[in-house]
């Protein structure tokens, strides 16, 4: 099943990639619904690299869901469409979830950028239930985007 949510953020598109490249706002956008503790390496690097993460993940810290992968690559398109268009990918897996495929957009657009949320979940016979949680999740996520951008980028 798929999941897809757009935002439009009042930033700039390449603003907004810097931070999304950051863990610091993977824990800040996740906050609190899902917790995700490093298992390999121990601990996140300040940006990620294309490689692949272990993590533990918990829903609000407090309710274990089993380890996950976190599979990060990145893609520039820009010079496919003209304006700043870059992808970044987390092609993940997990006790729960056998495919956990999200990619996320960052667009140029008017006063801003439009950011997006598509991920595609296999989670066998629980599949209706981690696509409705990733539903309400990535709506989350985008909330806590918009209020990053209004404070100026403030982590609080």
Known sequence: MIVEHSTHLACPPEKCFRELKTTRLFEFVSWPIVRFDPVDPPQFPRTWEERTYLVRASVFGLIPVGRQRIDITGRNRSGETRSFFVE???????????????????????????????????AGL???????????????????????????????
């Open 88 to 122: 970044l990918r987390d092609n993940g897996r997990g006790t729960l979830v056998s495919k956990w495929d999200h990619v996320i957009t960052v667009r140029e657009a008017d006063t801003g950028c439009l950011y997006t949320d598509r991920v595609e979940i296999e």
């Open 126 to 156: 629980l599949t209706p239930l981690v696509t409705a949680f990733a539903w309400c999740f990535y709506r989350h996520r985008q909330r806590r985007w918009r209020q990053l951008v209004a404070s100026g980028f403030v982590y609080a």
